[in-house]
């Protein structure tokens, strides 16, 4: 290695790394250590991804809340396309950031594509859970509607992940108060029924969050249990 790339990552910690992703355009950034992921399904941990992985850094980007006025789905469907669109370039942004530190890192889609299906419950899984690598980075914590609540931008939010390769000081896991034990709106308001409080029924969820339009494209026609959400837009801002 080049004297001048050690000198440089002699000089990177999380700190540096956090305001680098800012300026490109997060609006907040967390980083895990590794060990953290230990319960993650066989072969869906971030060393099945990058065997070399040490850290995942996990950024989001608030979601325009201005779609949630409109009673047609098209405009919710317009934003929520837009802003994974604008997750993926920035994920592809810091790539080329932490590359010209000398960093090794591996991008996470913020949404499609993924390899694992079963045909027979309409179950994907992504290679990374990015609702678990943002708890576990401290950017929120996850409801009985399975989303990530952050405390300041609430479930209204959209999450991108790269894994690197060097040792990061990990951000503290946030201990805010997600769910209240009484409030279940999200399961009772569920019209499909796909909610259990731990998980979702993704064969349930599927044909009306992702509605198949006879014209080939997809309409995201159900979000109750992301907007009738009390922590929908933070904690502090009910
Ligand atoms: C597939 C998918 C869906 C599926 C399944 C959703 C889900 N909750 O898992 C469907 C089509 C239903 C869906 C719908 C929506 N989605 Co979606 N989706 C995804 C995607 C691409 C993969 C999620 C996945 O793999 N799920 C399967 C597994 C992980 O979930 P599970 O079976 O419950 O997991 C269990 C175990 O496997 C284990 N586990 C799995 N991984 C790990 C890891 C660790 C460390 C541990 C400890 C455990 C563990 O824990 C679970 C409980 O036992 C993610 C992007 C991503 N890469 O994460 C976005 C994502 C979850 N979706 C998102 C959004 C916004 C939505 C919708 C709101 C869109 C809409 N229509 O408005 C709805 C919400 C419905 C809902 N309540 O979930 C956002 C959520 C943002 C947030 N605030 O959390 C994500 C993170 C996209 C993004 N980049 O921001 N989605
Ligand atoms: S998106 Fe709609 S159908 Fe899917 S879990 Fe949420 S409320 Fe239920
Ligand atoms: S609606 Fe209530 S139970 Fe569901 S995620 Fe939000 S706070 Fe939790």
Redesign the pocket.
């Known amino acids: 290695m080049r004297n001048t790339e050690n000198e440089l990552l002699n000089n990177i910690n999380s700190n540096y790394i956090k305001n680098r992703i800012n300026n490109l355009g997060a609006d907040l950034c967390g980083i895990a250590s590794v060990d953290r992921?230990k319960?993650?399904?066989k072969g869906?941990h971030p060393t099945d991804i990058f065997p070399e992985c040490k850290s995942i850094v996990v950024f989001l980007k608030r979601t325009p809340n201005s779609s949630n006025y409109a009673v047609n789905c098209v405009p919710?469907t317009f934003v929520?396309s837009m802003i994974?669109r604008i997750?993926d370039k920035l994920t592809i942004d810091i790539l080329y950031s932490l590359e010209e530190l000398g960093i090794r890192c591996v991008p996470?889609?913020?949404?499609?594509p993924?390899e694992y299906w079963e045909p027979d419950r309409s179950?994907?899984?992504?290679?990374?859970?990015?609702?678990?690598a943002?708890y576990?980075s401290g950017l929120g914590v996850i409801g009985k509607?399975?989303?990530?609540?952050n405390n300041i931008y609430g479930?209204?939010?959209?999450?991108?992940a790269v894994l690197v390769d060097i040792e990061l000081e990990a951000d503290a896991i946030a201990t805010y108060e997600g769910c209240l034990d009484s409030c279940n709106i999200?399961i009772e308001f569920c019209p499909q029924q796909a909610?259990n409080g731990?998980?979702?029924n993704?064969a349930l969820?599927?044909p009306i969050?992702?509605f198949k339009h006879q014209k080939g494209y997809t309409l995201?026609k159900?979000?109750l249990?992301?907007v009738k959400c009390p922590r929908a837009f933070g904690i502090k801002n009910k």
């Open positions: 992921f319960d993650a399904p869906f919710y929520n994974m997750i996470i889609p913020s949404d499609d993924y179950y994907g899984r992504a290679i990374l859970s990015l609702r678990h943002g576990l509607n399975t989303l990530l609540i479930n209204m939010i959209q999450l991108g999200c909610l731990e998980t979702v993704q969820c599927r969050s992702n995201q159900c979000n249990c992301r």
